[in-house]
Nanobody, 116 residues
Framework: QVQLVESGGGLVQAGGSLRLSCAAS????????MGWYRQAPGKERELVAA???????NYENSLKGRFTISRDNAKNTVYLQMNSLKPEDTAVYYC??????????WGQGTQVTVSS
C-alpha cells in the first residue's frame, strides 16, 4: 500500500500565504518526481509544480514567483509554499508522486480557499 498524506490547506485572505505538505509512505520505490496539481470547480486538474529527486523543478508558468516547490528526500515529503495568494488559486490541491516504475500515486486532496 502507498499513502500520500497532505496537510496545510485552509482558508486564507487574498495576499496571504499557505504551505502545503505531502508525506509519502508505504511501498513506494524511489520517488522520481513529486508534485502538486490542483482542480478548481468546473475545471480540469492542472499541474502546479513538480520536482525531481535531484531537485529540478517545473512550474505552471503563471505561478512562477509566487509558488515554490521543495522536497526532503530523507522524509519522503514534498512541500508547496504559496505566497501572494489570489482568489483564483482556490482549488483542491493534490499531491502526486511518480515512482521508479513510472507508476503514479495521488493524495486525497486538500482544499485551499482564498477569500477576496
Amino acid at each position: 500500500q502507498v499513502q500520500l498524506v497532505e496537510s496545510g490547506g485552509g482558508l486564507v485572505q487574498a495576499g496571504g500565504s499557505l504551505r502545503l505538505s505531502c508525506a509519502a509512505s508505504g511501498r513506494i520505490f524511489s520517488m522520481k518526481v513529486m508534485g502538486w496539481y490542483r482542480q478548481a470547480p468546473g475545471k480540469e486538474r492542472e499541474l502546479v509544480a513538480a520536482i525531481t529527486r535531484g531537485g529540478i523543478t517545473n512550474y505552471e508558468n503563471s505561478l512562477k514567483g509566487r509558488f515554490t516547490i521543495s522536497r526532503d528526500n530523507a522524509k519522503n515529503t514534498v512541500y508547496l509554499q504559496m505566497n501572494s495568494l489570489k482568489p483564483e488559486d482556490t482549488a483542491v490541491y493534490y499531491c502526486n508522486v511518480v515512482d521508479a516504475y513510472s507508476i503514479t500515486w495521488w493524495g486525497q486532496g486538500t482544499q485551499v480557499t482564498v477569500s477576496s
